[in-house]
């Protein structure tokens, strides 16, 4: 696999993002584009349609019914609607660049990061919408799902963004920039074998990944983790690496990946 998996995962990250006002069946895939890394502008994206069929089959496979898909749909659709009302990224983006001169990021951070309750309440209410469309295996992990959710979220806001902040400050998007050859190497080295060598344009039940957290996720996930540290490292400042180690242990607390006391928890 050739980082199909890690721009199947970047598209299905952000492209609720960009679902055009005037039509909830459509992505603009213009903008979406411009917010992807620049390895992946040309990447052939899949079409709502097709994202839609794949996970209505998905959720039909699970023994959900049409109904249960149509409410996981709208669910989706309501936790998209939710993310847009609190972050314009494109006003985001310039809020930093206009903070980084003056050394305010941290009162950029602090004013998006009051809103994150609001986040995890509508999240909760998707992950409530689409229980109906996971397997017995599925609903078993998505409490760990969202726990180390939850963890990410308590990271990036802990004391109000100040780590992120410093993150900015210290030179950490241009150290990602810098090594981001590396970094994709890290996550094809270690999560490529969870799907199947497809390309993202085709979308399927079968090429959805499995959302579950065992033995083997917790060993990759380590693996993910020393790498890229190791690569990041490589840069002039050591604060990113030292933030993203500490991020991946923070995120791993209370998970089956924690080593202290869910480790390997089926």
Known sequence: MTGRLLSLLIVAAVAPLFVQADDTNKIDVDKLREHLPANLQDLQIPSMDEIENAVKEKCIKAGGTEESYEQAKQGARDLANCVKGLVDIDQFRQEVEDAKPTGDLDTVFNKYCRKRNTLLECVNTFSNAIDP???????????????????????????DGDQIALFIAEKGPECFTEQKDDLIRCVNSTFSGYIKDVDVST??????????????????????QNCLVTELEQCEESTPANLVESLFRFIRKGSPCDPKGKAGRR
Do not use: M, R, W
């Open 203 to 224: 979308v399927s039940a079968a090429t959805i990944p499995k959302l579950v957290i065992g033995p083997k996720q917790c060993e990759d996930f380590t693996k993910l």
């Open 133 to 159: 469309c996971l397997d017995d295996e599925e609903e078993q992990h998505k409490s760990y799902g969202l726990d180390v959710f939850k963890n990410l979220l308590n990271f990036v806001c802990h004391k």
